[in-house]
C-alpha cells in the first residue's frame, strides 16, 4: 500500500507561481512512475505531468514551459513547480503513483484556483 498527501495549492492572481508537493509513504520502494493530474469543474480529469523512476518526464503541451515535474526519492516526495499560472490552470490537482503492474494510488487532490 501507499499513502499519497498533496499540499501547496491555494489562491493566486495569474502570473504568478506555485509549488505542489505529494509526500508518499507505505512501499515507497515499490513506486514505478509518478503523475500529476487536474481536474477542472465539469471536465474530465486530465494528465498534466508525468515522471518515471529513471527520471525522465512528460508534460502536457498546454504547460511546457511553465510547469516542471520533478522527484526526490530520497525524500518519498513528488513536486509540481507552476509558474506563469493561468486562470484555465484553476482545478483540483490529483498526485498518481504507479506500482507495477497494475496499481494506481491517488492523493486527496490540493485546490489551485488562478484569479484573473
Known sequence: ??????????????????????????SVSSIDDMSWYREAPG?????????????DTYHLDSVKGRFTISRDNARNTLYLQMN???PEDTAVYYCNAF???????????????VSS
Open 43 to 55: 471536465l474530465r480529469r486530465e494528465l498534466v505531468a508525468s515522471i518515471t523512476s529513471r527520471g
Open 1 to 26: 500500500q501507499v499513502q499519497l498527501v498533496e499540499s501547496g495549492g491555494g489562491l493566486v492572481q495569474a502570473g504568478e507561481s506555485l509549488r505542489l508537493s505529494c509526500a508518499a509513504s507505505g
Open 99 to 113: 506500482v507495477h503492474p497494475y496499481q494506481y494510488y491517488w492523493g486527496q487532490g490540493t485546490q489551485v484556483t
Open 84 to 86: 506563469s499560472l493561468k
